[in-house]
């Protein structure tokens, strides 16, 4: 049972992790901060936090647990900013959808103090974004990759996936370096390619036309590009080294693909398309079908 925990950024990611400690019965308070007063009223009425923390003193006395859920590039000035009220009991985790440059931010602003900090990312998540998007089942039987650090405690590193199992949640460890490679391939480029191909399509002088016709192929692809532009800037800025490697290798794929096409090389491209179906249902079969959850029972 934590007794106190607190929340920077009291959004979809933020928010579904305290209405899902607080579903369990394993959190007696929620204290959230954030950048926008609106939101985090808003996250007061939904009942998502308790406390609206107006001093940092006040909000980190006594906490348990400390979660970072706002833009990656905020890690290194929040975590400066709760240093100097951070007592020894207190483990910080984090959300961040990339890790190396967290933790590096994490060292900058908190020195000494680096051993209460356990990096983690839920792979779970949605396009929508704030406190009206949380929910208390995002992360049932979904990942929480933790990328502890070699100064953390076991006991730290147990606190915070315990935490994250009470939230339903399955824990996976990664180094920092290998998260951030693994998330550029899978999640990053994903993203970056939905927001790109929607921006072309948005800037045609027939943009309005081809959006009338697009379909669930359009939807399906391009759900992400929905997604919030500060979040995926930060990340795409954080990630640069990694996202490049994997930019650079869809751009040569791509043009290993536009020689096939106007070549009409249908053989190739038929080899293409086959590898990828196949690649996509074991995908599906044996590793996504694995984590799908009964829909939650305040879904509509
Ligand atoms: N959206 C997703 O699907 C996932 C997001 N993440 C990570 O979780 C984090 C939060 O993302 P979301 O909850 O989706 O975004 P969100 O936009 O729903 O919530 C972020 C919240 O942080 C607040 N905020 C901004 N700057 C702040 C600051 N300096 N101090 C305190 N609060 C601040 C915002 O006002 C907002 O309420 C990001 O780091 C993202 O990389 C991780 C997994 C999935
Ligand atoms: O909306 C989706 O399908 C996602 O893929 C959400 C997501 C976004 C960022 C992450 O770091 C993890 C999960």
Not at 119 to 140: C, F, K, N, R
Not at 161 to 170: L, P
Not at 201 to 207: E, L, V, Y
Request: proline letters at 4%; hydrophobic letters at 50%; a negative charge.
């Amino acid at each position: 049972m934590l007794k106190k925990i607190v929340i920077f950024g009291v959004g979809l990611i933020g928010g579904s992790f305290a209405l899902a400690l607080r579903k369990a019965g394993a959190v007696e308070q929620v204290v959230g901060l954030g950048r926008s007063t609106a939101s985090l009223l808003r996250a007061k009425e939904l009942g998502i936090i308790d406390v609206i923390g107006t001093s940092l003193e006040e909000a980190l006395q006594d906490a348990d647990l400390v979660l970072l859920a706002a833009p990656v590039a905020q890690t290194e000035s929040i975590l400066a900013a709760i240093k100097p009220y951070l007592q020894t009991q207190t483990v910080i985790t984090d959300a961040g959808s990339i890790k190396v440059e967290v933790v590096a931010a994490a060292r900058r602003a908190l020195g000494e103090k680096i051993v209460q900090f356990v990096p983690g990312h839920p792979i779970a998540g949605l396009e929508s974004t704030g406190p009206d998007a949380a929910i208390d089942s995002l992360y049932v039987g979904r990942k929480v990759v933790l990328t502890p650090l070699p100064e953390n405690t076991t006991e730290q590193i147990a606190l915070v996936a315990r935490a994250w199992q009470q939230c339903g949640a399955v824990i996976h460890q990664l180094t920092p370096e290998n998260h951030d490679a693994v998330f550029a391939a899978v999640s990053h480029l994903p993203h970056l390619l939905a927001f790109a191909l929607v921006d072309d399509i948005a800037r045609k002088p027939h943009a309005e036309l081809l959006f009338q016709y697009a379909a669930s192929g359009f939807r399906d692809f391009t759900r992400i590009a929905a997604s919030s532009p500060e979040m995926w800037r930060d990340i795409s800025l954080a990630n640069q080294t990694a996202i490049l490697t994997e930019l650079d290798a869809y751009i040569a794929q791509l043009t290993r693909f536009r020689g096939q096409l106007a070549a009409g090389d249908g053989a190739a491209m038929h080899a293409m398309f086959s590898h990828a179906q196949s690649a996509r249902q074991n995908w599906q079969r044996n590793i996504e079908a694995a984590e799908v959850q009964p829909e939650p029972e305040n879904d509509e």
